[in-house]
Each structure stands twice: as structure tokens, then as C-alpha cells.
């Protein structure tokens, strides 16, 4: 029987579209060479353009999900995306805190590419105690890392990104991941930050257009690489490289947002075959 490859569990909210959210997380894992697990926390409706309506699970069906594939399988990383309520935090915050010695790797989903909000003002306190303290690498953008890093003693109403990454150390985190998307500059410029400050900063073509799930991509390449042993900074390197082609390859299938193309080597493959 051929070897099994690395396990990578997900917790995140389904996405009908298959852009972000869980379906995102499964091509990205899969197409790096890991075979991913799913734990669905949230049905969405939503479309290329938006999010229209979030439904959360029951905080013990997910609980139950995620025991049973953690007793019978083993984990190599954990991956969380969009939640959908402070008593899934909390239930999930219990299960890998059962599992410390598993890297955890968190998308920090606040809202939607439109700007939906998915996230309350609760949820991101439960997520600074409950799962922040217990993350591997957290992987926010800018604008969700300022929101995270908010201080609501502090009147510094736009603390630079150094600031940013520093506080969220301060909560627990080992690493953070700052990506320059919604930055105004020539190029993307990603900040990988560690306790000692700055570790890595790598730069990438801005590419036209806006895309659904780039986050998703991003957090679930990490973990991909981590899982397969790669260390952390050349795991989000490689993460960043592989996700920047997903989007260079992007397709655009309905009225909204471009959706990365996580399958764009398979594509090239054939078409060097043809």
C-alpha cells in the first residue's frame, strides 16, 4: 500500500462557490500533496460578489466532527478559517488544546472581500483569549491585523504593522504572517514576524483584479508545507510562491471575483503534454 501522506485538519465554513472557505482549503491541501480533513463550521450563502447569510453549527456537532477524525486518524496541522460564533471558538479552542504539539495555523476570517461582516466585535475578543495563545502562525491582512491588534486603552487609532505583529505575539501567537494586499504600495509586501521581530519580508507582483479565497490559499499552503516538515519561514515562502501563481492562473467564472486556480501546475503539466 502506498504511504499515507501528511494529514491536515481544517475548521472552516462552507463556501457554494468553492473559492474560500472549506473548498478552498481541500484544493489547496490536496494540490500540495497532503490529504486534508474538513470540519465545517458555518453554511454560507454567498456568490462571486458577497456573502449574503451565514448560518453557524451547533458548537457540539462540531466538536463531534472533529473528535472523530482526531481519534482515528493522525493530524499533522491544524488549519482555522471562518468560525461563526464565540461557542465555536470556545469548542474548538477546548479540542486543540488536547493537541499542543500540533502546529496550528490560523486564516483570521473578519469579512468577506466585499467587506460583509463575519466576524463580532465578541468573537474577535474569544479568538484573542481562547485561540491566539494556543496559534503556530497567525496570517492576518492588514486591515485585519490592525482590527486584531486594536487596543481599547490606547487612543493610537492606526498602529503601524510592526506594532500590529508585535501585539499579537504579546496574546501568544509564536508567528504572524502580515500580507500587503490592501496596502498602498507598487507590490504586495508580506511580513513574516516572530518574537524577536522582523524574520522575513517578501515582495510579489500586484496583479489586476480582486479575488475570492486568496487568504484561504495562502494559510492552507502554510500548512500544507508545515505538515510535510518544512520549517516556518521557508514553509511561508514557498506558501506565498504557490499562491501567487494560483492567482496568476485565476479564473473569473461568474459576475464577481476572481477565483484561484489551485490546480494551475496540473494544467500546465497537460498542456506541455499536448
Not at 499515507?4 to 484544493?27: E, H, R, Y
Request: with cysteine; aromatic share 6%.
Amino acid at each position: 500500500m502506498a504511504d499515507t501522506p501528511p494529514i491536515v485538519l481544517t475548521f472552516a465554513a462552507s463556501d457554494p462557490t468553492g473559492g474560500a472557505g472549506i473548498q478552498a482549503d481541500l484544493l489547496t491541501l490536496a494540490a500540495m500533496g497532503c490529504h486534508p480533513l474538513s470540519v465545517i463550521t458555518a453554511i454560507t450563502v454567498q456568490d462571486s460578489l458577497g456573502v449574503e447569510d451565514v448560518f453557524p453549527l451547533d458548537a457540539e456537532w462540531i466538536a463531534d466532527q472533529a473528535r472523530a477524525v482526531l481519534e482515528d486518524m493522525p493530524v499533522s496541522a491544524f488549519k482555522i478559517g471562518m468560525l461563526g460564533s464565540v461557542e465555536i471558538i470556545a469548542a474548538i479552542a477546548e479540542i486543540v488544546g488536547d493537541y499542543p504539539n500540533i502546529p496550528l495555523i490560523m486564516d483570521p476570517v473578519l469579512s468577506s472581500g466585499r467587506g460583509d461582516e463575519l466576524a463580532s466585535e465578541d468573537m474577535i475578543g474569544a479568538l484573542s483569549e481562547m485561540l491566539i495563545p494556543q496559534t503556530t502562525l497567525i496570517t492576518p491582512n492588514s486591515m485585519e491585523a490592525r482590527r486584531l491588534a486594536a487596543d481599547e486603552d490606547n487612543n493610537e487609532d492606526d498602529p503601524s504593522l510592526d506594532e500590529c505583529a508585535a501585539r499579537l505575539i504579546s496574546l501568544g501567537c509564536e508567528f504572524v504572517l502580515i500580507t500587503g494586499t490592501h496596502e498602498n504600495t507598487p507590490q504586495v509586501i508580506n511580513t513574516l514576524y516572530g518574537e524577536s521581530g522582523k524574520l522575513a519580508s517578501n515582495s510579489w507582483q500586484r496583479l489586476p483584479g480582486s479575488y475570492h479565497g486568496s487568504g484561504c490559499t495562502l494559510a492552507s499552503a502554510i500548512a500544507a508545507s508545515i505538515a510535510q516538515g518544512t520549517d516556518i519561514v521557508d514553509a511561508v515562502k514557498d506558501a506565498q510562491d504557490f499562491t501567487w501563481h494560483a492567482l496568476q492562473a485565476g479564473f473569473r467564472p461568474g459576475m464577481g471575483q476572481y477565483i484561484p486556480d489551485r490546480l494551475f501546475w496540473a494544467r500546465e503539466t497537460n498542456a506541455d503534454r499536448d
